[in-house]
């Protein structure tokens, strides 16, 4: 059965940083594009960050996050993709999901129909 399970959430201030990390079990990520999402309470989920786990890893981010977040999959546990969050602001502040499909390359990242498994996510809290 697969899995997506979170972590790493948590509460920080202003300027802070956080690393969430998302651990499949069930499959490898091989071929796979995993994304990063987040859902503040009253707002439509939204893609933050993607990366394709296979050749170059190419990686895409929402422009919110540019320059700040950084996805990266774990050299030697190929089942652990990270999202290392800097310099966090108080409209970071939401549940972040992560998300898998097994795929020759990332289409659409920006669209949460794109993805087939889903983790129950991790709350990060950013106070100012």
């Known amino acids: 059965q697969v899995q997506l399970v979170e972590s790493g959430g948590g509460s920080v201030q202003a300027g802070g940083s956080l690393r969430l990390s998302c651990v499949a079990s069930?499959?490898?990520?091989?071929?796979?594009?995993v994304g990063w999402f987040r859902q503040a309470p009253g707002k439509e989920r939204e893609a933050v960050a993607a990366?394709?786990?296979?050749?170059?890893?190419?990686?895409?981010y929402a422009d919110s996050v540019q320059g700040r977040f950084t996805i990266s999959q774990d050299d030697n546990a190929k089942n652990t993709v990270y999202l290392r969050m800097l310099d966090l602001k108080p409209e970071d502040s939401a549940r972040y999901y992560c998300?898998?499909?097994?795929?020759?390359?990332?289409?659409?990242?920006?669209?949460?129909?794109?993805?087939?498994?889903w983790g129950q996510g991790t709350q990060v809290t950013v106070s100012s």
């Open positions: 069930g499959f490898l990520y091989e071929s796979n594009c």
């Open positions: 990366i394709y786990t296979t050749g170059d890893r190419d990686t895409s």
């Open positions: 998300a898998a499909r097994t795929f020759d390359r990332c289409d659409d990242p920006n669209d949460e129909n794109f993805f087939i498994y």
